[in-house]
């Protein structure tokens, strides 16, 4: 329960794919920035990936290449497209407004888990 809610997550073999959804709630969601955020243990909070009302889009170097955001306005939903996976993607994933100043209320996150 929540403004933000997380799925898509599970386990995955390094090099394989993985697609979260974000399921959003609030009257403003088509021209706010939303981002993907995730968090490993002992580490902090970090974005990943963001996209723009007008849809355009920025991604941690981490990975750039790898992982597309989208977004669909009439569901109020964002998308993680996760391809390529490696083991250092391993974290609980976080859909939230972006940048970092903007994000409040979070969501219970969707675990990925990336090993053989």
């Known amino acids: 329960?929540?403004?933000?809610?997380?799925?898509?997550?599970?386990?995955?073999?390094?090099?394989?794919?993985?697609?979260?959804?974000?399921?959003?709630?609030?009257?403003?969601?088509?021209?706010?920035?939303?981002?993907?955020?995730?968090?490993?243990?002992g580490k902090q909070r970090e974005l990943v990936a963001s996209i723009t009302g007008g849809y355009s889009t920025n991604y941690a170097d981490s990975v750039k290449g790898r992982f597309t955001i989208s977004r669909d306005n009439a569901k109020k939903t964002v998308y993680l497209q996760m391809n390529t996976l490696k083991p250092e993607d391993t974290a609980v994933y976080y859909c939230n407004r972006a940048p970092a100043p903007f994000a409040v209320g979070w969501g219970q996150g969707t675990q990925v888990t990336v090993s053989s």
């Open 1 to 41: 329960q929540g403004q933000f809610v997380e799925s898509g997550g599970g386990l995955v073999q390094p090099g394989g794919s993985l697609r979260l959804s974000c399921a959003a709630s609030g009257s403003s969601f088509s021209v706010y920035t939303m981002g993907w955020y995730r968090q490993a243990p």
